[in-house]
C-alpha cells in the first residue's frame, strides 16, 4: 500500500468523522505511531482526531491505557484479550466515539510457531459499547508488515463503523 492510498484511507475515514461529528483514537504498539501519522498527514483531523497513544512496552500499555498486568502475563501482549483491552482504555482515555488497538509481531525476530512474524491483533471499539476484533497475518518485511497493519485498521475502522455515513 502506497503512501497515496493510506492517504485516501485516511480522508475517506475523516470525512466519515466530520459528517458525523464523532472522534477518533488510536492505542498502537506495533505500528508505533503510524495510524496517528496517517491520520493526522490530512488537513484538519484535530476535529476528529482526538490522540494516539503509542503503547509499544507492557508497562506503557498498563499505565497509560489500563491493560491488565494479569492480562499482558496471561495471554502475551499480541493477543486479543491485551488489544481489547487496549481498544477500551484509550475510548476511556481519549473521550473518543472510536478506537481502534493494534498489537502485533512486525519482525524480523520476535515470531514464534503460535505467533510468526507478521501476526497482528486488532481490536476496534466505539462509545456505544460495539467492538469487534481481528487477527491477520501479514507477509513481508518490517516496514511491509506495519504498513499492512496501519491500512487495513484504517480500512476496517470505516467499513465497520462508518461505511454508511
Same mark, same amino acid.
Given at each position: 500500500?502506497?503512501?497515496?492510498?493510506?492517504?485516501?484511507?485516511?480522508?475517506?475515514?475523516?470525512?466519515?468523522?466530520?459528517?458525523?461529528?464523532?472522534?477518533?483514537?488510536?492505542?498502537?504498539?506495533?505500528?508505533?505511531?503510524?495510524?496517528?501519522?496517517?491520520?493526522?498527514?490530512?488537513?484538519?483531523?484535530?476535529?476528529?482526531?482526538?490522540?494516539?497513544?503509542?503503547?509499544?512496552?507492557?508497562?506503557?500499555?498498563?499505565?497509560?491505557?489500563?491493560?491488565?498486568?494479569?492480562?499482558?502475563?496471561?495471554?502475551? @501482549?499480541?493477543?486479543?484479550?491485551?488489544?481489547?483491552?487496549?481498544?477500551?482504555?484509550?475510548?476511556?482515555?481519549?473521550?473518543?466515539?472510536?478506537?481502534?488497538?493494534?498489537?502485533?509481531?512486525?519482525?524480523?525476530?520476535?515470531?514464534?510457531?503460535?505467533?510468526?512474524?507478521?501476526?497482528?491483533?486488532?481490536?476496534?471499539?466505539? @462509545?456505544?459499547?460495539?467492538?469487534?476484533?481481528?487477527?491477520?497475518?501479514?507477509?513481508?518485511?518490517?516496514?511491509?508488515?506495519?504498513?499492512?497493519?496501519?491500512?487495513?485498521?484504517?480500512?476496517?475502522?470505516?467499513?465497520?463503523?462508518?461505511?454508511?455515513?
Amino acid at each position: 500500500m502506497s503512501d497515496g492510498e493510506l492517504m485516501q484511507l485516511s480522508e475517506r475515514l475523516g470525512l466519515a468523522l466530520k459528517a458525523r461529528g464523532a472522534t477518533v483514537t488510536a492505542a498502537e504498539s506495533c505500528t508505533g505511531g503510524w495510524v496517528a501519522k496517517a491520520l493526522t498527514d490530512i488537513a484538519g483531523s484535530s476535529a476528529w482526531f482526538e490522540r494516539g497513544f503509542v503503547t509499544y512496552s507492557n508497562e506503557a500499555k498498563s499505565q497509560t491505557i489500563g491493560v491488565s498486568e494479569e492480562t499482558l502475563a496471561q495471554h502475551g @501482549a499480541v493477543s486479543e484479550p491485551v488489544v481489547v483491552e487496549m481498544a477500551i482504555g484509550a475510548l476511556k482515555a481519549a473521550r473518543a466515539d472510536y478506537a481502534v488497538a493494534i498489537s502485533g509481531i512486525a519482525g524480523p525476530d520476535g515470531g514464534s510457531a503460535g505467533k510468526p512474524v507478521g501476526t497482528v491483533w486488532f481490536a476496534f471499539a466505539s @462509545a456505544r459499547g460495539e467492538g469487534i476484533t481481528r487477527r491477520e497475518c501479514f507477509t513481508g518485511d518490517r516496514e511491509s508488515v506495519r504498513r499492512q497493519a496501519t491500512a487495513y485498521a484504517l480500512q476496517t475502522l470505516w467499513q465497520h463503523f462508518l461505511q454508511n455515513t
